[in-house]
Each structure stands twice: as C-alpha cells, then as structure tokens.
C-alpha cells in the first residue's frame, strides 16, 4: 500500500497523524502526574475571552488571601451576588489535582448593573481598578450581610487591649462587619506659617498605590516610607491664619464704623439749612461704613464674636456663616498621611505610569525590590496614651482619648484606649504582573500556596496566565528578582 502513495502523500499522512496525536494529548484531562509518576496539585486558570487578563489576575489575586475568604464566609446571603460570586470562584480555583481551567461568568454577571459596565467588555482595561470596583462592591454587601453589635469584644492574642468604661476588655480590630481589605488612613496638614495643626482627618483604603522612582534600586518599604512622609504643598489655605486675617478685617471695618459715628456726633447740627442739607448729603456724601454691613441674620459685633469664640476654643476649621466674607490667606504647610487602622489583607499598588519632559506618558519599568515578609509596625499612627487613668471615675472624659474607628456601637463610651502596641508584619501571597507598554499589555499572577505534606507545610509558587498555569521552580529569582521589575500589584497576608 505504502508503495503506491508517492512522497508527497506521505508526508500529508505523517503530518495528520503527529497533529492528531497532539489534539489528543491535548483533549485528555490531566491526570496531575509529573514525570516522575507523582501527583502534583495545581490552581485552577481562568480562560481569555478577549482582552479580560486583568479580570482573571485580580480573581487570582483575591481568592488566595484566606482571611477574605472567610469574610466572604460571614457574610455570604444568595442577595449578595458579588460574594457568592467569589466564593463560587474560590472553591472552583483552589488547590487540586490536575490542570483545570473555567470562565469567570458567575463574576461577570454578577458585576452587571452594579455600574462600571466598561470593566466587562473586551477592551484591555487596568486591574488596579477592576480590584477597587470589586473591593468596593463586596465591603458594601458585607454592609448588608452583618449588624455590628457588642460580640465583637472576643478575647484573643492578637485583639486590642481597651480599658472600656472603666475596665479592661478587649476588641477586635477585624470584626465581622469590617472588609478585611479595608483600612483607615489619617492625615494632618501642618502650617509653615503659623506652626497650626489641623484635625486628623480619616478616609478609608482599599489599596495604597505607591509612586515608583524612575530609578531603579528602591525597596517596597521605601516606597511605604516616602508615602507616610511629609509633603510640603505650596499655596495652601490655613485655616488658622485664615480665620485671624478675617478677624483683622472685621476689626479694622468696626474701628471705621466707630470713628465715623464719633464724626457725626461732634459734627455741629444747624437747624436752618436742614432741608437743603439733606438733599446735599443724599447726593455727595459718603455712605456709612455699617449699611454695607447691615446683613440679615447677623451685624458686625455678632461677626466678631463667632470668630473670637472659635478663636478661644481652637475651632479654626469650623465652617464660616454665608454672612462672614474670608480673607483667605494662602501658605506653605507639611501634610503627612499615617496609617491608623492597617487591613489584614494589604493591597500595594506600583504607580509605573510616568510623564516624559515632551508630555508623553510611558510606562516605568523600574524594579521595586520586595521580600517574603513587610513590617510595617512603626508606619502605624501610634495611640495618643491617657495622662492618668482613673477606673473609678468616668465622669469626665479626657481629650487625648483615641477612639476606635468604625465601631458605632461604643463611640458614646467615654474612656476608651490602646494598649499595648501591636506588630504589623505581613507575607506575600500574590502578585500580578503587567507586561508591554503604558496603553496595552498582559497581566499574569503569581500565587503562592500552602502545601500540606509530612513534614508540615510547605509554600509553592505558581505562575497563572489566564488558564496556563505553571509550578515556579525558581522562586528568588522568578518571583522577587523578576517580579520586581514586573510587579503591578502585590497582595500581603498579615500574620497571625
């Protein structure tokens, strides 16, 4: 038979054969094996369907930090769909035998009509905001899916210590209705010029994005630094010199008001000419300084004293009445961001968006060395201590009380502090990775993995690209050696 067929048919059917032998292999479900006949454990992937890398690496990302996976666990409702989403995928991705991959549609179409709606096209978009979009959603349903209540003071080593109305007890500092992604920032503008301290003023976060050098050599912890480091802004509003300018001002108009009146008085009145006069006066004099003060509501004094009560009460950032026109002065002032409430689960974002003296914007591909374990203890806002503590008195309540934030149910409790300071270290657990330029690119997630085996545990890194996943055999220099200059987003785990 193999005699009729001339050289061209035969290479035709050698071709056919060796394809479909590999469409086989390939069809075949992995059995999980090595080469050595051992069964090795593997990540689910998640498949392409367009341009949705940056969808699949965040979902990577997420369901490896086991702290918000049983958030999702507390407060899973079949309302929820964002959370039952993500406990379907968490399930579905995690560690087992054999190579498997799905789509990520229980997401997607939990995602619809929760806005954002360009987030779910096939348009390559940033997975930094995919993250927020998805943080956001599901701190909100975990709103919905708890009630804070007095439970929350649980005992463990690692609560904080709180003297509460008196006597010692302890809190939680991720308590259930909390989204162990969230934490809480406080910020304090200093003026140059007068030396005023503003109120703390607290915002929550999700994620701290980090500005990257153009050079390379910087370590996370130095990018962390630089962020909790004072800023000095030029041209800023201070309030405190504001509000005196304007107090100034007022006083300077009521001196003129004063000395006007006093004009008037001691200026001789004749009786004959009055008729006359009066027309004069009503066409060439001046108009009295106090009629264009006259404001419904409020005169002059009562403008005066509102500033000099906020003034002895140290109330400067109070809000003027719409009467009180402000002399706003402007000056240099430090502004300096700390970290009063760290997330157990940290989320560090890479800035390597960078402006070219010619206006382009290009990707910084600069590396940022980073290492297994982040400690960032001495960046947390430390408590303010209480200069004596009396348990046998809560009549008054001292000024230098620090309040715990977010927990409604005890912010009516006079005596509340801190103590002792706790250690905030954390570990890697993912992180994503962006390759190409500025306007397009891949993302790909390394994932690392506790592996139980005999002799404890052990971590194994895997690296995820979409559905093509990959035991990382060189960890120092695939994950934090390569990883440095790729990294987009690194997810921290912090320990117990």
């Known amino acids: 038979m193999w005699e009729a067929l001339d050289s061209m048919q035969l290479i035709q059917i050698g071709v056919a054969i060796i394809a479909g032998i590999g469409i086989w292999k390939y069809t075949q479900p992995s059995s999980g094996s090595s080469g050595s006949g051992k069964r090795v454990k593997y990540p689910g992937g998640l498949y392409n369907d367009g341009n949705t890398c940056f969808m699949n690496s965040v979902i990577q990302a997420l369901v490896s930090m086991p702290s918000l996976i049983a958030y999702l666990e507390q407060t899973k409702d079949e309302n929820l769909k964002v959370t039952c989403a993500m406990l379907y995928l968490a399930e579905a991705l995690k560690f087992d035998y054999g190579k498997r991959a799905l789509r990520p549609h229980v997401l997607t179409n939990a995602l619809c009509g929760q806005g954002n709606k360009h987030l779910l096209g096939y348009q390559q978009q940033d997975a930094q905001e995919f993250f927020q979009h998805v943080s956001t959603l599901l701190s909100t349903e975990g709103k919905k899916g708890t009630r804070l209540s007095l439970d929350i003071f649980q005992s463990s080593d690692n609560d904080l210590k709180y003297y509460f109305v008196g006597r010692e007890c302890t809190i939680s500092r991720f308590n259930s209705g909390k989204s162990p992604l969230t934490g809480l920032l406080a910020s304090r503008i200093t003026c140059m010029k007068c030396g005023y301290k503003s109120p703390l003023k607290h915002d929550t976060f999700d994620n701290l994005s980090l500005t ?146 010619s206006g382009h914007l290009i990707k910084n591909n600069a590396a940022v060395n980073f290492e297994d374990t982040l400690d960032i203890t001495d960046m947390i806002l430390p408590p303010i201590p209480l200069k004596a503590l009396e348990k046998d008195s809560i009549k008054e309540t001292p000024q230098d009380v620090q309040e715990f934030p977010g927990i409604e149910a005890v912010k009516q409790v006079p005596r509340i502090i801190l103590k002792p300071k706790l250690r905030f270290i954390y570990e890697v657990v993912a992180v994503i990775l962006h390759y190409g330029h500025h306007e397009a690119g891949h993302f790909v997630t390394l994932r690392k993995i506790k592996h139980t085996t005999e002799n404890g545990t052990k971590d194994i890194w895997y690296r995820i690209s979409d559905a093509t996943i990959d035991r990382v055999t060189d960890v120092e220099n695939d994950v934090f050696l390569h990883g440095s200059q790729y990294a987009y987003m690194i997810f921290y785990e912090r320990l117990k």
């Open 212 to 357: 990257i050098p153009a050079q390379s050599g910087y370590t996370l912890k130095t990018l962390l630094r630089n962020y909790t480091s004072p800023e000095i802004i030029q041209g800023f509003i201070c309030d405190k010199c504001t509000m005196i300018a304007t107090r100034a001002s007022l006083e300077k108009k009521k001196n003129t008001v004063e000395s006007f009146q006093k004009e008037q008085i001691t200026v001789p009145q004749k009786t004959e000419p009055v008729k006359a006069k009066k027309k004069k006066k009503k066409k060439n004099s001046k108009v009295s300084p106090i009629s264009s003060q006259r404001v419904p509501g409020m005169d002059l004094p009562s403008k005066i004293k509102f500033l000099d009560d906020a003034i002895s009460l140290g109330k400067f950032d109070v809000d003027f009445p719409k009467e009180i026109e402000k002399t706003k002065i402007y000056a240099p002032v430090s502004k300096q961001v700390s970290i009063e409430s760290a997330p157990q689960c940290l989320c560090l974002h890479m800035q390597r968006s960078m402006y070219l003296p």
